[in-house]
């Protein structure tokens, strides 16, 4: 458990943007033999550049265990049991290092599916990777994120068949498992009505939360509940993102005959011939910005005062919007700086930034396609 006079930690998920190369899994495909100790190479790297960045909280991706629980492989199910010594390593040194880790499991990880089997699968899912927390031997603040899933048509009847998955779940998921409000489907408010029905440990997202508040629920109050769904002497976590404001372009194919829209803006005019045109939309507000807008999350800062909690930033600039975010709170807001520790030594990462600033085009797999 964390010390409480620890300062708050900041975090990103899964991809290293801050030094180009660096991969985070093992990504060849099942007939190469891909493994979770080449992952957990890769990852042992990983931990060093956090490190040194002195960045003390990281989100492992989901699919370090290549086809672990791929139903038709059986070759791969004994991956996470064969790697005990090299997880048992690992964690090992994210502990010395003072790192905190987490996963989040896909979209496709649904508790509250009406297929039977597909929620069958998710709990496999979900067991593989609650083993391979506690085969690292990491405490309960190492944790795995995840939805209340589809709505299904009945939104009432979909959360309630979400705490029927929660109890077919073996303890060591319901120890791991943390259930996470969203954006478009449920809300703040639905979480908390599963959390006092289940006890499962919630974690706040506020870009969903102003995304999706159908209630109305004001946000200190709705905060302060969720950070006190977790044990005393395990430390809260929540996840923060700016909306991005930017015109989005969309590639469209060009249909022969067919006359452009009435309105449509068009990033530049097609050449003749051409076969794919830019169309540009206005932006998706449940969709991440590349880096954090740092007078947002001051703001919310000192409305959380008194709380304690780390925080997962979901920038798509990933340790960049964190190293950025940093700078500017010492600039801009050195109080919170000194929540997480932060000093003027994290302006001279600007110059990382500057250099290594190039966000991501697609989307994680946990965030689906917003």
């Given at each position: ?7 708050l930690?900041?975090g ?11 991969k ?7 007939q190469?033999d ?12 990983v931990?060093d550049y ?23 492989m059986p070759q ?8 005990d ?17 987490s ?10 599916s009406?297929?039977p089997?597909?929620t ?7 067991s593989?990777?609650?083993e391979?927390l ?15 899933g ?72 709705t905060f ?7 044990p ?24 022969a005959g ?20 830019t ?15 740092p ?17 997962m930033?979901?920038?798509k ?24 520790g ?29």
């Amino acid at each position: 458990m964390t010390d409480p006079t620890y300062p708050l930690r900041l975090g990103f998920p899964v991809k290293v943007m801050g030094r180009p190369g660096v991969k985070t899994q093992d990504t060849r495909r099942w007939q190469k033999d891909p493994h979770l100790r080449c992952s957990l190479e890769l990852l042992d790297g990983v931990l060093d550049y956090l490190a040194k960045v002195r960045i003390d909280m990281y989100r492992l991706s989901s699919d370090i265990a290549p086809y672990a629980t791929h139903p038709d492989m059986p070759q791969f199910h004994s991956m996470v049991a064969d790697s005990d010594a090299e997880l048992r390593a690992f964690g090992r040194k994210a502990k010395d290092l003072g790192i905190r880790l987490s996963f989040h499991p896909s979209q496709y990880v649904l508790l509250n599916s009406p297929d039977p089997e597909l929620t069958a699968k998710s709990i496999w899912d979900l067991s593989s990777q609650a083993e391979m927390l506690d085969r690292m031997e990491l405490d309960d603040e190492a944790v795995m994120i995840t939805h209340v899933g589809g709505v299904y048509g009945d939104p009432e009847a979909s959360r309630a068949r979400w705490i029927e998955g929660w109890n077919k779940c073996p303890e060591h998921v319901q120890r791991r498992l943390v259930l996470e409000n969203d954006d478009i489907r449920f809300s703040a408010a639905d979480v908390l009505w599963i959390h006092e029905r289940t006890g499962v440990r919630l974690v706040f997202d506020y870009q969903h939360f102003w995304c999706l508040n159908p209630e109305r629920l004001e946000i200190r109050d709705t905060f302060e509940r969720f950070v006190n769904s977790w044990p005393e002497g395990c430390r809260p976590k929540m996840h923060f993102s700016s909306p991005r404001t930017e015109l989005r372009e969309i590639k469209q194919k060009i249909v022969a005959g067919a006359k452009p829209k009435k309105g449509e803006l068009l990033l530049n005019k097609p050449k003749p011939g051409a076969r794919i045109k830019t169309v540009l939309r206005p932006p998706v507000w449940t969709g991440h910005s590349d880096f954090t807008n740092p007078f947002e999350f001051a703001t919310f800062m000192r409305m959380a005062e008194g709380l304690v909690f780390d925080v997962m930033l979901e920038g798509k600039s990933k340790d960049l919007s964190l190293l950025r975010l940093r700078g500017d709170l010492v600039r801009y807001a050195p109080d919170v700086a000194a929540r997480f520790g932060v000093t003027d030594a994290a302006l001279a990462d600007e110059a990382l930034v500057m250099a290594n600033a190039n966000a991501e085009d697609e989307p994680d797999v946990d965030e689906g396609e917003t």
